[in-house]
């Protein structure tokens, strides 16, 4: 079982970029899947989340500059960020919590990716 991140990169303030996170090993159509990001030193905080039935939650710190989205037919996870800021500079990870409720707590996931650093620059 394997969760591919990609699409991090270097973008400056105000940019975009679009996370991917593809599934493999298994069919992840029945899980709830999140985005997570780590910053150096800080704790792994919840960025956004899709329910099985692809109910979208986010972090308030995050609302109206991201939107998740699933392709179930492709087994990938999305992550569109627009607006970026330097603070949102990390490394971010997709998580998926099986049973489809979808959790900001990260222990409540029980697979993860390799993660991709997104880094903007001011």
């Known amino acids: 079982v394997q969760l591919q991140a990609s699409g991090g990169g270097l973008v400056q303030a105000g940019g975009s970029l679009r996370l991917s996170c593809a599934a493999s090993?298994?069919?992840?159509?029945?899980?709830?899947m999140g985005w997570f990001r780590q910053a150096p030193g800080k704790e792994r905080e919840f960025v956004a989340g899709i329910s099985w039935s692809s109910v979208t939650y986010y972090a308030d710190n995050m609302k109206g500059r991201v939107t998740i989205s699933r392709d179930n037919a492709k087994n990938t996870v999305y992550l569109q960020m627009n607006s970026l800021k330097p603070e949102d500079t990390a490394v971010y990870y997709c998580a998926a919590r099986v049973g489809g409720v979808v959790s900001s707590s990260p222990r409540s996931y029980g697979y993860w990716g390799q993660g991709t650093l997104v880094t903007v620059s001011s």
């Open positions: 090993g298994r069919t992840f159509s029945d899980d709830a």
